[in-house]
């Protein structure tokens, strides 16, 4: 199975901060790959499909990029209702596997 | 409104099994593959398993191959999660999900916790 690995684990920013969480994966995967955030108690939801896909309805602040290993999740001015958990997720194979996620904390 | 409603979770003891089931409404449920996912408490999320739209294709993750059994019934607009021979690590809130071209979640359920405990 491909492996997905995030970093950071946690990071805490400021309101208005621009911030950068990075996923690579085990073999390539091209440009599939999606991005979802989680906030306590609640089920994850979808931020950006394809890589840079900006899921509707999503902010614009929020934006993808890669291809093949390595991509990026950027939020390029924190809201308070950003802190949340982030996951990277690939859908290359039918075994959809998730990074072990991001913690976006308030600093 | 596209939603998926898990139903089945619950307190078991080691060894035990349970069924969980995930009804979709809201879309064609038979032409989408389906999975599920599971989160143990304070943990990240995992992939459990994988069904194609006509459920004749299946996936498992390792740990739970052999074990947990996915299946559809697509006149009834659900999904099932048998899950046999449960041990303490099985322990989780478990997601139903749809998987929307080009492969991504959405939507998900709103999530059933199974605590498998003596």
């Known amino acids: 199975d491909i492996q997905m690995t995030q970093s950071p684990s946690s990071l805490s920013a400021s309101v208005g901060d621009r911030v950068t969480i990075t996923c690579r994966a085990s073999q390539s995967i091209s440009g599939y790959l999606n991005w979802y955030q989680q906030k306590p108690g609640k089920a994850p939801n979808v931020l950006i499909y394809?890589?840079?896909s900006l899921q509707s309805g999503v902010p614009s602040r929020f934006s993808g990029s890669g291809s093949g290993t390595d991509f990026t999740l950027t939020i390029s001015s924190l809201q308070r209702e950003d802190f949340a958990t982030y996951y990277c997720q690939q859908s290359y194979t039918t075994v959809r596997t998730f990074g072990q996620g991001t913690k976006l904390e308030i600093k | 409104e596209v939603q998926l409603v898990e139903s089945g979770g619950g307190l078991v003891q080691p060894g035990g099994s349970l069924r969980l089931s995930c009804a979709a409404s809201?879309?064609?449920?038979?032409?989408?593959?389906m999975h599920w996912v599971r989160q143990a408490p304070g943990k990240g999320l995992v992939w459990v398993s994988r069904?194609?739209?006509?459920?004749?294709?299946?996936n498992y993750a390792d740990s739970v191959r052999g074990r947990f059994t996915l299946s559809r019934d697509n006149a009834k607009n659900t999904l099932y999660l048998q899950m046999n021979s449960l041990r303490a690590e099985d322990t989780a809130v478990y997601y139903c999900?749809?998987?929307?071209?080009?492969?991504?979640?959405?939507?998900w359920g709103q999530g059933t916790l199974v605590t498998v405990s003596s």
């Open positions: 999900a749809r998987d929307a071209p080009p492969g991504l979640f959405d939507p």
């Open positions: 069904i194609n739209s006509d459920g004749s294709s299946t």
């Open positions: 394809a890589a840079s």
């Open positions: 809201g879309f064609t449920f038979s032409n989408y593959w």
